[in-house]
């Protein structure tokens, strides 16, 4: 079956057609808004996402806090990243044979109990960093089936001539929630300590999945009876050997590095050389949510198709240019680069998902962008693991390695992702 076949049949299961080809006058948000369960699926991806950004932020914050380590802080930030990854070729095969929407739940849930577990222990004094770490590794490991599950909803949800939009709301929901949920742990750290941030996320857990409840799945057409393990093998060998599913990961992979240096060096800085307090660690990362969401809004409005790749590369541009910044190390040139960072976000996030849905037959979305999303993201956790140890030695040559990575992974997309479909 064919991309454009499949997606037809796909279409053909919301509220309202799509648009007649060659027309633009209903390419419109409000069209967008209007295919069944599309709010709820917008208002409970933002709700989970902001739950992520929250822990994220109010883990880094706590260990420095509590145990004053910032090897700690990057080694616990690779651990809640890590596990999932390796999984992830399962949990994509577990969302295209048994949907999704229940095993997004189920993730939400772990995840809140986690974050219960954490702070209850932590309030009886029993967190040493070794518990503090397993917990962490553990709950990390059913995370890409909330990830990848709700990445491959948006373009089954709507008809394929609202990708463009459909997309740009996605990559705005994760910068609504890059926008909220660290301002978020910076407030609520610095009100009631980790212990109620842990506890206030996994409230936020529990209210997204309370939001998805009732939801339908889209339905979709396996495209294997494999054994699960098998199954998990056939998409981690397909996404492999595509070429430009192999492309966006090694980008993705290298330019992620800096993004994962600079969650760590970024704290560090703030707290020790600016003295400015948990809060504003929070404040920064809210700028660049908030021109994400304005950047990718206004990216959602133009046609993609055929410029994913320029689209990137100019993204990585205005985000090598932001880690440039970073080293004046003033506080003017850090919020300015915050700002880069976020303007540079929302237009490449919509890139690159339009290249990846375009490139992969919807049958295999679960799988391969499980994986694809793994990969990716993985060069995260190389980051804040490599940061620790060097932050710890130096902050500037923290920020300079960050740079000149991003500096070199402006020219990867067009080096390894085809400019045309292949295989």
């Not at 309202?16 to 991806?45: I, K, N, W």
């Not at 680069?337 to 990846?356: E, N, V």
Request: net charge positive; proline share 6%; charged share 10%.
């Amino acid at each position: 079956m064919s991309i454009e076949a499949s997606k037809a049949r796909n279409a053909g299961n919301t509220s309202t057609a799509a648009a007649p080809a060659g027309t633009t006058a209903d390419l419109t948000y409000r069209r967008l808004f209007g295919q069944a369960s599309f709010p709820q699926l917008a208002a409970g991806t933002v709700l989970a996402r902001t739950a992520g950004q929250l822990w994220q932020i109010a883990l880094i914050l706590f260990v420095l806090q509590r145990y004053h380590s910032p090897a700690l802080a990057g080694f616990a930030t690779f651990l809640a990243i890590v596990p999932g990854l390796v999984v992830s070729p399962i949990a994509g095969a577990l969302l295209d044979r048994h949907g999704r929407l229940r095993l997004i739940l189920l993730d939400y849930a772990i995840a809140a109990a986690s974050l219960v577990l954490l702070a209850a222990l932590s309030l009886v004094g029993a967190l040493s960093p070794a518990p503090l770490l397993v917990i962490v590794a553990l709950s990390s490991l059913t995370g890409p089936l909330s990830a990848s599950g709700t990445r491959t909803l948006f373009p089954l949800a709507v008809p394929r001539d609202l990708w463009d939009r459909a997309n740009a709301v996605d990559s705005g929901s994760m910068a609504l929630a890059t926008v909220v949920g660290p301002a978020l742990a910076g407030f609520i750290v610095a009100w009631v300590g980790g212990e109620g941030a842990f506890l206030i996320t996994a409230g936020v857990f529990i209210a997204s999945g309370l939001v998805l409840f009732g939801m339908h799945d889209p339905e979709t057409e396996p495209s294997s009876r494999d054994p699960l393990l098998r199954s998990a093998w056939r998409a981690l060998v397909y996404v492999v050997r595509h070429p430009s599913l192999r492309g966006i990961v090694f980008t993705l992979w290298t330019t992620n590095i800096p993004s994962g240096i600079l969650a760590v060096a970024l704290p560090v800085l703030v707290l020790r050389q600016f003295h400015w307090g948990v809060g504003a660690v929070g404040a920064l990362w809210s700028v660049a949510g908030v021109a994400s969401v304005i950047a990718g809004l206004f990216a959602g409005r133009i046609n993609t198709e055929g410029r994913e790749r320029h689209i990137i590369v100019a993204g990585l541009g205005l985000s090598a240019f932001g880690c440039l910044l970073t080293l004046i190390q003033a506080p003017v040139a850090l919020v300015m680069a915050m700002a880069l960072f976020g303007l540079a976000a929302g237009p490449m996030d919509i890139g690159l998902f339009a290249l990846r849905q375009r490139r992969t037959d919807p049958r295999w979305f679960g799988r391969v962008f499980a994986i694809s999303m793994s990969l990716n993201f993985a060069g995260m956790p190389v980051g804040s693991a490599l940061a620790g140890p060097v932050v710890e030695r130096s902050i500037p040559l923290a920020l300079a390695l960050a740079a000149a990575i991003a500096i070199a992974g402006c020219a990867v997309p067009l080096l390894v992702i085809p400019r045309e479909h292949v295989g």
